[in-house]
């Protein structure tokens, strides 16, 4: 047996006629001190199968009772092949090409490091560059429960809203600043509140909490749900060609604010001359739109009725307020559940004036203080549809 090998040089049409004639043989095998092909089969390996990335094949030999005879060793699967058919049957294998597979992907550099446990919290950096995902993961600010927020893409804009606290279809912006507010009423206040029955602390301790939450459940871990799909056809179609999202419904909006001003309607009105004063809203306004919320089922108002509804919706929701809980007065009730038309009008008026002002509320984000506090409005118009509702208890003890 020589104690020093050589390799050969082979070209590949010599290599493969040793490979089909000479080691297809299981004499080739052996080995003696006369006899050891160990170099010729290491020559026919590095030529036909080691070339082909990924494989890694080596000659060896194997002692046992019988004598000294070659084998094939494959290094990536750790596999001794001890002739030829084993050999072949491996080479062409689904095993080893997968393993061969791997061999030619890169491997993970950070694998190479100690793996550490990291926060929650920590960017990812895995979201499309600008979205409302991205600016969450990127912001040191505060921001819990994400799981709240869903995806609404209409009329070619996409829209969010919060179901934890009744936010409704804004923009991304609009969103990442209600998420990272702070202080009492906030996003971040309300979720501790609601799930963790935490409340009524300072500013500081609330923060304090909030941040050890978030390092045990993170900011945000997927893409945030998008409910689309669920919308009717009419709020996902594109805006026409020409016309920015929002212009048209915004053009109808502003026309039907400034309704009352135009001429036609001035010189229609049967009390309006040159010197007499401009209409008043009831007379001048357009019927109930349909889109506003329905208030729940009322008397039909007189035949010869017309009512509308306008306000100034930079007022705090506090007078509506106080007029509904007036009508849960005794006297006020009895008044009003002996008069069926006047029931149904303030009820009417009521729920519209409210439907109004929540949408203005909404959109707009307006607030205001009481004792150093910022209230948003639109939860205040929320509680007074509360009451209106409540107001049904008039016509159920009337018997309607």
């Avoid at 294998?93 to 550490?116: I, S, T, Y």
């Avoid at 304090?208 to 893409?223: A, I, M, N, P, W």
């Avoid at 056809?233 to 309704?259: I, N």
């Avoid at 208030?295 to 509804?309: D, E, N, R």
């Amino acid at each position: 047996m020589s104690s020093r090998h050589k390799y050969l040089k082979l070209s590949e049409d010599e290599a493969r006629e040793i490979l089909e004639e000479e080691v297809r043989d299981k004499d080739f095998w052996a080995v003696d001190d006369t006899y050891d092909n160990y170099d010729k089969l290491q020559s026919v390996l590095d030529v036909l199968f080691n070339t082909l990335e990924g494989n890694r094949y080596k000659v060896a030999y194997q002692e046992n009772q019988n004598g000294t005879r070659l084998q094939i060793q494959c290094l990536i699967c750790s596999k001794d092949l001890t002739s030829y058919d084993p050999f072949i049957t491996h080479e062409n294998g689904k095993n080893h090409k997968k393993v061969r597979q791997q061999q030619l992907v890169p491997q993970d550099p950070n694998l190479a490091r100690k793996l550490e446990l990291r926060k929650h919290n920590e960017p990812r950096e895995i979201f499309p560059t600008g979205s409302l995902e991205d600016q969450i993961d990127s912001t040191p600010l505060l921001v819990l429960g994400i799981q709240f927020v869903y995806k609404e893409v209409i009329r070619g804009q996409d829209t969010y809203s919060c179901q934890l606290c009744r936010l409704s279809q804004v923009s991304s912006s609009r969103m990442f600043s209600h998420l990272t507010s702070d202080g009492h009423g906030s996003h971040n206040a309300k979720y501790l509140e609601v799930k963790y029955g935490f409340m009524k602390k300072s500013r500081a301790e609330t923060e304090q909490y909030g941040r050890s939450v978030e390092e045990r459940e993170g900011k945000v871990h997927t893409l945030i749900v998008d409910f689309t799909k669920q919308l009717p056809p009419d709020m996902t179609a594109e805006p026409l060609k020409g016309m920015s999202p929002g212009a048209r419904s915004h053009s109808k909006s502003h026309s039907k604010s400034r309704g009352h001003h135009s001429p036609a309607r001035r010189s229609s009105s049967p009390m309006s001359s040159d010197n007499s004063r401009s209409p008043s809203p009831w007379e001048s306004r357009p019927s109930l739109h349909t889109s506003l919320p329905q208030p729940p089922p009322v008397p039909p108002p007189p035949i010869t009725a017309s009512v509308a509804v306008t306000a100034d919706l930079s007022e705090f929701p506090r007078p509506i307020l106080k007029e509904v809980k007036i009508l849960q007065e005794v006297e006020c009730k009895e008044t009003v559940q002996e008069d069926t038309d006047m029931q149904g009008l303030l009820f009417q008026t009521l729920w519209v004036l409210n439907s109004k002002m929540l949408r203005y509320y909404q959109r707009s984000g307006a607030f205001y203080m009481d004792s150093n506090v910022r209230h948003r409005l639109d939860g205040s118009a929320m509680k007074i549809e509360q009451y209106i509702t409540r107001l049904d208890i008039l016509k159920e003890e009337n018997g309607n």
